[in-house]
């Protein structure tokens, strides 16, 4: 398996995606902010295709989209989580404008379909490096946040009492969120994000509620998937992003039993 670059790559890539999904995805359930994250998911296929509508790479305008998104959700501050149909609107809506992007360039079906899905096979080292370049500054960013953060998700009204902003606390963490999504798209595309964000952190709750621990839990499910997914992939040739769904259900579920 090893023998094939595009293999090594495609370990490298979903390591690197993997473990940080698994840490800000802890910090978004914690928040409950999980569909938040999944509109961010939807407003990235909006920029990506509209990158490729004006001949720029695609990951380039998820980043954009996606960072711009979360700047304008974390402006809510804490009343984000009671603005389900707001947020779900603009989903909708984005997702209408990334169809319509494409409708003037019907060529790109393929590129379509891994946007949608992922294509962690696909992974060049162009793409590889700006991968590590989003993780590394995401996770320092929620490294200089994290105190802050967790006193705004745990108790919003004495972290504002002390004098500590709630909206730049949310803005900040968004825009972590809006980069994790943006790299989780590679892997397993805008429509499973859910997958590597939520699935392993949400396990990882239902096992401790001590933060060092459940951190950990939940980057080591994350990893655990993404690489047994691609493993399966290859020896099987069923899709990445099929198995590392179906092995993010099992997680969630066994850690669902460990917890009864």
């Given at each position: 398996m090893f023998e094939y670059d595009f293999m090594i790559n495609a370990f490298a890539a979903s390591g690197i995606v993997a473990v940080l999904a698994g840490i800000v995805g802890y910090f978004l359930v914690m928040r409950g902010q999980t569909f938040a994250g999944h509109a961010l998911s939807h407003v990235g296929f909006t920029g990506a295709t509209g990158a490729v509508l004006i001949g720029i790479s695609p990951i380039w305008g998820m980043i954009g989209f996606t960072v711009a998104a979360g700047v304008g959700m974390g402006?809510?501050?804490?009343?984000?989580?009671?603005?389900?149909?707001?947020?779900?609107?603009?989903?909708?809506?984005?997702?209408?404008?990334?169809?319509?992007?494409?409708?003037?360039?019907?060529?790109?079906?393929?590129?379509?379909?891994?946007?949608?899905?992922?294509?962690?096979?696909?992974?060049?080292?162009?793409t590889l490096a700006v991968l590590a370049g989003i993780g590394a500054v995401s996770l320092i960013a929620l490294g200089a946040i994290m105190r802050p953060l967790m006193f705004a998700s745990l108790q919003p009204e004495l972290a504002e009492a002390k004098g500590v902003s709630l909206r730049l606390v949310s803005v900040l963490f968004l825009i972590i969120a809006a980069l994790t999504v943006a790299a989780c798209t590679q892997i397993v595309g805008v429509l499973l994000v859910f997958t590597l964000m939520v699935g392993p952190a949400a396990a990882a709750q239902n096992l401790s509620t001590r933060l060092s621990l459940g951190l950990l839990l939940a980057a080591l499910f994350a990893l655990a998937q993404?690489?047994?997914?691609?493993?399966?992939?290859?020896?099987?040739?069923?899709?990445?992003?099929?198995?590392?769904?179906?092995?993010?259900?099992?997680?969630?579920?066994?850690?669902?039993?460990?917890?009864?």
């Open positions: 402006a809510l501050g804490e009343k984000l989580a009671g603005r389900d149909v707001a947020i779900g609107v603009i989903l909708s809506l984005s997702l209408g404008f990334g169809l319509l992007f494409l409708h003037f360039f019907t060529a790109y079906a393929t590129q379509v379909t891994a946007l949608l899905f992922g294509n962690v096979l696909g992974v060049n080292p162009e993404a690489w047994l997914g691609v493993t399966l992939a290859f020896y099987t040739d069923w899709p990445t992003s099929f198995w590392i769904t179906a092995l993010a259900a099992v997680v969630y579920g066994l850690s669902l039993l460990a917890r009864r």
